[in-house]
């Protein structure tokens, strides 16, 4: 069966910190940082990244569309 | 594999949609306006219609909708915009129109308007963004805030005797013949939000075929109103407006006899 | 050369707005002007021309959707009398303020509130002054004749699409109800799509054509200081009309010792006026103000220098009496005689009214 890997590029200045793409991660891909933005949000980022698997739910329910996916099939 | 040899262009899989300005939605975080946006500007982009869509935004948060999708917008006043989009829909019968309203302008101030409107069935697509609250002016009581929820203007609750029933519109407007599909979906999930697409596609669409009034309310949270983070506003959105703003279609009649809808003339 | 006919004031602007190439008319019935949209559907324009005629569930809906239409581009009138053009205000000063071109026709009737369905003046601060909120100007046009009520239709178009500023035909119950003959202008052609974005492109909202920028149609501005320039840019527009717009007629001012100011149907019940007074021997002349803003303030400010004393006759309490006093500075008495409640005066007890308050009989 074909594994695939996905990674996703969130925009850190744009990225509001809302944390809905946290929770509708189904790899527990996503964390919010300890640091912030230059608006002072806790961007969101790939806390465990080799989990992604390009689904796009986070880039889905981003309401600031700051959230780009890639996906490779290997 | 390297993340950088994922991050590459021949593997993208979702980015943000053309059509969606470059500008910083005025948006709170996690507010549902920003999805609905997106939607909408994919959908436009999908159909290619960018060069025959105009959009009216009235007062509400979503007033400063046309900052965001590059397309034609008119500003409209509070609850007008199903009356602005029936001059422009009527005097451009080749152009798509559409009006993306929250619940205090559809269902309060706009009440009249948006009834007739549909009622005549004009040819035009309406986004009923309800979040059963006042968000712009800071978080009053809407006509679909539920019985007893806790609003600026409603500190001990919506209390019946005071301050009357939630306002079930979108049935209302179902009942209408000008309208042809009427659908109340939601976006809090990746599930409902490319359901949701499908709604607002299918809408416009029909906007297309001249099939009249097509009317999506969209389920959502006003977080920062509410006073809860964005994910506890989408559970309690689940759990509280769900169960009274059931979601579905109310009306499709490309499911029922296409002869029951007469088209305006004019 | 146009057509001949007899007609109401009414029917006339119907006729008018269909011949000056019309995209469309939204409106509700109001007494005294009904008979403008009854007018418009009789004759099913949407047959000859293509333009849109629809009855609005309300008067703000109408003016709203003149909104959406005017915004698009489209050339676009409405009617109404005095309490559904109070309805209208929100939309007329969103109409400003947007900077949109359009026709409204207020066939006056008396107030306030309900009043009456008789005639009346009493909307001229209503109109001149704003009407709506926020600091804006119509661009206000008096006829008094049913041949004005036509000439004016196309007038108002030009003012309005020059200044991109919603236009008024002040009118009332007399005009609108008379009938006189009129000469119909001749048809021009609605526009097509083409030249609509060939002419307004640069602001019409109606597709963001490739190439183009999106036209956004808003009168919202959150940044003050870019707020203060909007009102800047209009209140410049406004200055320009007062340069170059506007419009009166003088009727045997030349030897006058007495003026009358008295615009749209007061103004004919004065022409009369000066006939009986110089029957009397009191060399009394008239000033119509034909354009109500911009108000005709160098004419009378001239004649200001020439005559003893100004009566403005309106059918109200006094509120254009107030513009002519600003113009004709100190120097000479400016007096008022109005009726009110939809009482038309007559000729003769103008005369009176101008012995009595001005020259002391």
């Not at chain 1, 806390?47 to 390009?54: D, F, L, Q, T």
């Not at chain 3, 006939?275 to 200001?304: C, N, W, Y």
Request: glycine residues 10%; proline residues 5%.
């Amino acid at each position: 069966m074909a594994k695939v890997i996905g990674a996703v590029v969130v925009n850190n200045e744009e990225c509001k910190g809302c944390g809905l793409c946290v929770v509708a991660c189904p790899q527990d891909v996503l964390g919010q940082n300890k640091q912030v933005n230059s608006r002072g949000y806790h961007y969101s980022f790939m806390k465990n990244p080799e989990a992604c698997i390009g689904c796009s739910n986070c880039a889905t329910v981003c309401p600031d569309t700051c959230i780009t996916v890639y996906r490779v099939k290997i | 594999m390297e993340l950088k040899d994922i991050i590459n262009p021949n593997n993208l899989v979702y980015e943000k949609p053309e059509l969606l300005t470059e500008n910083t939605m005025h948006y709170c975080p996690g507010c549902s306006h920003g999805v609905v946006h997106k939607l909408l500007a994919e959908v436009i982009e999908d159909l290619d219609i960018q060069d025959k869509t105009i959009g009216v935004s009235p007062v509400g948060c979503a007033v400063f909708a046309y900052n965001y999708i590059e397309i034609d917008w008119q500003e409209a006043a509070h609850g007008r915009a199903p009356a602005v989009a029936t001059g422009i829909a009527r005097t451009n019968p080749d152009k798509v129109v559409f009006t993306y309203q929250g619940d205090g302008d559809l269902a309060s101030i706009g009440a009249a308007e948006i009834l007739h409107a549909c009622n005549r069935g004009e040819n035009m697509v309406v986004i009923f963004v309800n979040n059963g609250i006042y968000g712009m002016t800071g978080g009053q009581m809407a006509p679909t805030t539920l019985i007893g929820q806790v609003t600026a203007t409603t500190p001990n609750g919506r209390d019946v005797g005071r301050n009357g029933y939630p306002l079930k519109i979108t049935e209302l407007i179902a009942q209408l013949p000008g309208t042809s599909y009427v659908t109340r979906q939601s976006v809090h999930t990746p599930a409902t939000i490319r359901k949701c697409k499908k709604a607002i596609a299918k809408a416009f669409q029909a906007a297309l075929d001249k099939k009249g009034t097509s009317f999506v309310e969209v389920v959502s949270t006003c977080n920062m109103n509410w006073k809860m983070t964005p994910v506890k506003a989408n559970e309690w959105m689940v759990e509280n407006m769900f169960p009274f703003y059931v979601p579905g279609d109310l009306k499709d009649s490309s499911k029922a006899d296409p002869e029951s809808y007469t088209p305006l003339k004019n | 050369m146009g057509e001949l006919r007899l007609m109401k004031g009414n029917e006339v602007i119907a006729e008018a707005a269909i011949r000056c190439g019309c995209d469309a008319y939204f409106g509700y019935p109001i007494t005294p002007q009904s008979e403008v949209m009854e007018t418009l559907m009789d004759r099913e324009p949407w047959d000859e021309t293509g333009m849109v005629v629809l009855q609005a569930e309300s008067e703000i809906a109408s003016i709203h959707m003149i909104y959406g239409a005017a915004a698009s581009g489209k050339k676009v009138i409405t009617s109404s009398s005095s309490p559904g053009i109070s309805l209208m205000a929100e939309g007329i000063s969103y109409i400003a303020g947007a900077e949109l071109p359009c026709v409204i026709v207020n066939v006056q009737r008396g107030g306030p509130g309900l009043g009456t369905i008789q005639p009346s003046q009493a909307d001229y601060w209503q109109s001149t002054k704003g009407g709506g909120h926020g600091d804006y100007r119509l661009i206000v046009l008096a006829p008094s004749s049913v041949q004005e009520m036509n000439d004016f239709v196309e007038l108002g178009f030009k003012l309005a699409f020059k200044y991109r500023n919603p236009a008024m035909i002040l009118t009332d119950g007399v005009i609108g109800q008379t009938m006189e003959k009129v000469i119909l202008s001749d048809y021009i052609p609605r526009l097509t799509d083409e030249e609509i974005n060939e002419k307004y492109g640069s602001w019409a909202t109606n597709g963001r054509k490739p190439g183009r920028q999106r036209n956004i149609i808003t009168s919202l501005e959150m940044d003050s200081g870019r707020m203060e320039q909007n009102n800047l840019r209009l209140q410049a527009k406004y200055a320009k009309m007062e340069e170059e717009e506007v419009l009166f007629e003088e009727f045997q001012c030349e030897d006058a010792e007495y003026l009358l100011v008295a615009f749209g149907s007061s103004s004919r019940i004065c022409q009369k006026t000066v006939d009986l007074a110089r029957e009397k021997g009191i060399k009394v002349g008239l000033l119509r103000p034909i354009t109500l803003f911009p108000f005709p303030k160098k004419p009378i400010a001239a004649l200001a220098k020439q005559v003893k004393g100004i009566l403005v006759v309106e059918m109200n309490a006094g509120q254009m009496v107030e513009d002519v006093q600003l113009a004709a500075g100190c120097a000479i008495p400016v007096k008022h005689f109005g009726r009110m409640g939809g009482i038309i005066p007559s000729p003769g007890e103008v005369v009176e009214a101008l012995e009595q308050k001005l020259i002391g009989g």
